[in-house]
């Protein structure tokens, strides 16, 4: 059984910084996509960010693009989420995701993906 467990979040200014951790266990990870996903009150969820655990090719939101960067450690079994230049549109609650590529319909889609973690929440001040 995966396990996906996030942590990092919290309150910080708009224009500020946050980096999000993901950390996965009971799996073979070198064969998953992993995704970053958020849910903002009264919004439905959406794909922020995914990383392909093998060689690192990563996709982005065009709503994130060259503010936020996906990246991964073998070693560790964790994925991060570099925020930087944060909005207080950001202001979410962020998910990890793992896929094991069995039912795939592209990285941003949340049906790819089996597991999920309990969500950190990301709240941006004006």
């Known amino acids: 059984q995966v396990q996906l467990v996030e942590s990092g979040g919290g309150l910080v200014q708009a224009g500020g910084s946050l980096r999000l951790s993901c950390a996965a266990s009971?799996?073979?990870?070198?064969?998953?996509?992993m995704g970053w996903f958020r849910q903002a009150p009264g919004k439905v969820r959406e794909f922020v960010a995914g990383?392909?655990?093998?060689?690192?090719?990563?996709d982005y939101a065009d709503s994130v693009k060259g503010r936020f960067t996906i990246s991964r450690d073998n070693a560790k079994n964790t994925v991060y989420l570099q925020m930087n230049s944060l909005k207080p549109e950001d202001t979410a609650v962020y998910y990890c995701?793992?896929?094991?590529?069995?039912?795939?319909?592209?990285?941003?889609?949340?049906?790819?993906?089996?597991?999920w973690g309990q969500g950190t929440q990301v709240t941006v001040s004006s």
């Open positions: 990383i392909k655990w093998s060689d690192s090719r990563a």
């Open positions: 995701a793992s896929s094991g590529g069995t039912t795939w319909y592209g990285m941003s889609h949340q049906s790819s993906y089996d597991y």
């Open positions: 009971g799996g073979t990870f070198s064969t998953y996509i």
